[in-house]
């Protein structure tokens, strides 16, 4: 049932040069929110080492298709585009059969949620939520709307740059990552704080490439956007 | 066509974004009342896990003292028997998920109540313990915790991690044992910031 401890693949380090932040002036949420004591070491052992288990039952038909899950009594607005990606390692490692969760704004730049009150039109036939697990060679792939731009409330005349939340577990509780997905050439990049709180070197992690291979023709722009987790940093010992 | 992508040009570890205020729709549908199912919730235990059944409810607090209602927090642990289901069947036969989501944002108080069992010793000279990951908007990445137990002080004392966090901080890490009519309730408030700001961990 439980693995034995002499098991346990020891993960990479998370890179601490690639993440923002907890405290970034320029997102004031933070201020209040990020945690501003120096963090613990903690050596991941057997509980963080758990990926979480789920009913693949649980994953509907329609779950990956944005344009279809939601519809009530024809197709959401908007550019229609696929987004596709491989799950990896730092080791380029497919991560397969991972779950990766994915909400986003409408074409107008309007959440369904209750708290967005953004004055943009709610879409009937889109939610803005689906969910798929990564293949054998860890690739995912929604087909939804490109979400759009929309203002908030962090500085006068901050509007948030097109992009889509991306969240997913990888091969443990300690690779945990929840991410947000930017578009290439977007103008209003520059002046975001989310982005701009990445170190810059690193920021083009955060952006998808445009393709003309995952695009299809007549039907929807294809957009590619691998993400990397933290991974085993040694084979495990196995008794054979 | 580029010869290189802007990502292939930069591998390594994605960076970390904030969850955002909106998540609900898309990680607790179901919670909040969206047309959509959600993967995981806060029953961890049915009836047939193995262990004591606990209420596990605590508040998320900003650096003013602010109850936060927009925070999402996730916990993992093993059932009454140090065991941690690997495989969905595994769980369906244990009646246990170890995995449990929950956002702030529907219960009155602003709290975060999970259902589930007192998690087992995982390893000798481990105490019983909850992994945490809290979630929120304003928060660049997500922060890694343990809920340790009140009536658990002897393990506690051996227990390494505990002991690796400064004397003075290990109070925030101990869940506060509530027995009301035979129910039992360990509370466990996590503060972002200020003079008991909760040990997050580097793991």
């Known amino acids: ?240 | 066509m580029p010869l290189m992508t802007a990502q292939a040009a930069d591998f390594g570890q994605t960076p970390s974004q904030t969850v955002g205020p909106y998540f609900a729709y898309g990680l607790t549908a179901t919670q909040y009342g969206y047309n959509f199912n959600q993967p995981f919730d806060a029953v961890l235990a049915l009836d047939t896990a193995s262990g004591q059944r606990i209420r596990l409810e605590g508040r998320v607090i900003d650096g003013d003292g602010n109850t936060i209602h927009d925070a999402l927090i996730e916990i993992s642990q093993p059932d009454g028997e140090g065991r941690y289901p690997q495989t969905p069947d595994e769980a369906r036969a244990l009646g246990f998920r170890a995995f449990g989501r929950v956002g702030t944002g529907t219960d009155a108080q602003h709290r975060f109540v999970f259902h589930t069992v007192k998690p087992g010793a995982q390893a000798p000279g481990e105490a019983p313990h909850i992994n945490v990951i809290v979630l929120m908007r304003g928060l660049l990445l997500h922060a890694f915790t343990r809920v340790y137990f009140s009536d658990e002080a002897e393990a506690n004392a051996k227990d390494a991690v505990l002991q690796s966090v400064p004397a003075d901080r290990r109070h925030t890490l101990i869940a506060e044992r509530i027995e009301q009519g035979g129910a039992v309730t360990y509370r466990f408030d996590i503060r972002m910031q200020g003079a008991d700001e909760t040990a997050f961990f580097d793991v």
């Open chain 1, 1 to 240: 049932m439980t693995k034995t401890p002499g098991a346990q693949p020891v993960l990479t380090p998370r890179d601490w040069e690639a993440h923002p932040s907890y405290i970034y002036p320029g997102y004031k949420s933070t201020g209040k929110r990020g945690p501003q004591k120096p963090l613990i070491p903690l050596k991941a052992s057997l509980g963080e080492l758990q990926q979480p288990v789920y009913g693949h039952d649980s994953i509907g038909a329609f779950d990956h298709d944005l344009t279809r899950n939601a519809r009530v009594n024809g197709e959401p607005l908007g550019e229609r585009m696929i987004l596709t990606g491989q799950v990896l390692d730092e080791r380029r490692r497919p991560v397969a059969n991972t779950l990766v969760e994915l909400w986003q704004a409408n074409a107008s730049g309007r959440y369904v949620h209750k708290v967005d009150q953004h004055d943009a039109p709610l879409d009937p036939n889109f939610l803005g939520a689906g969910r798929c697990l990564t293949d054998s060679e860890g690739r995912y792939r929604f087909l939804t709307i490109k979400p759009g731009a929309y203002p908030w409330g962090n500085h006068p005349n901050a509007w948030r740059p097109q992009h889509i939340h991306l969240s997913l577990f990888g091969q443990s509780f300690a690779s945990r990552l929840v991410t947000q997905m930017y578009f290439p050439g977007d103008p209003l990049l520059q002046y975001d704080p989310m982005v701009t709180g990445t170190p810059e070197r690193y920021r083009n992690r955060l952006i998808a490439d445009f393709s003309l291979d995952i695009t299809e023709e007549g039907y929807a722009l294809g957009y590619q956007f691998d993400m990397v987790l933290r991974g085993a940093d040694e084979t495990p010992f196995e008794n054979r």
